[in-house]
């Protein structure tokens, strides 16, 4: 799978991913003799940056950070190369002066720590060769302030038995929007869809296959739903009640992206 981003800084390296699902500041997050991650906040506090790609959603903290980032690159223990999914500055003036290759509007959340990347900073891509792309749709039905969420069957293909949205894979060239409300139709047999909103792809991890999801947000003026085989129970909730079920990957994003 190959992702297209933007360049910050040019440079081709290969390596594996250091993960961290939160924003990081190389000030207070990173030792800067031995380039350890100290922030627990990470999931990967204690490993090393040195000969990774690290891969974070943004920078944050003090101007500092940029001279940080410098002084690990010229000890050589800083990253090998860095992925966002939107640059800071102080980070990109960092990597510019270490000149370490930095992409960024690559959404974060779908690599994961040990995952081989091949990071094109020439290009803006970043390329996972053992993960391959799925294109499938979401849709988030809505009714009086609350969304569906459906239990999948033990018989659907992945992610068993966890909460989703309504989904379904698109096939070739097909249109999203028409198969999202095709999905609605099978799986709930809900009519006279009202779409609000459609969101940019979120990147969703199972395994070696990354979903590329396209969300999309229709207003219901029915809770009457009828279920297909694929669910085997539903029910209506505030979207801030996700939390409280075992959901598919990332449905809080997916969710959040077409109610912004």
Known sequence: MKIRGRRIVPGRVEGQALASPSPFSFVGGADPVTGKILDPSTGVADERLAGHIFVFPRGKGSTVGSYVIYGLAKRGVGPAGIVNTSAEGIVAVGAILA????????????????????????????????????????????????ILIVRRSQKVGSFRGRWSAISG????????????????????????????????????????????????????????????????????????????????????????????
């Open 169 to 260: 894979h698109l096939e070739g060239r097909e249109d999203p929007k028409a198969r999202a409300m095709r999905e609605v139709r099978e799986e709930t047999g809900l009519r006279g869809l009202s779409l609000r909103a459609r969101g940019s792809p979120v990147l969703a991890r199972g395994d070696s296959t990354m979903y590329v999801v396209h969300p999309f947000l229709f207003d219901v003026t029915s809770r009457r739903v009828r279920l297909d085989w694929e669910n085997v129970e539903h029910r209506w909730v505030h979207p801030k009640e996700l939390d409280r079920f075992q959901t598919v990957p990332r449905l809080k994003d997916v969710v959040a992206t077409v109610l912004r």
């Open 99 to 146: 000149g370490i290759p930095m992409v960024d509007q690559i959404d974060t959340g779908g690599l994961q720590t040990g995952d081989r990347l091949i990071l094109d900073g020439d290009r803006g891509t970043v390329e996972l060769p053992g993960v391959r792309a799925t294109p499938v749709v979401s849709a988030v039905l809505r009714n009086r302030g609350r």
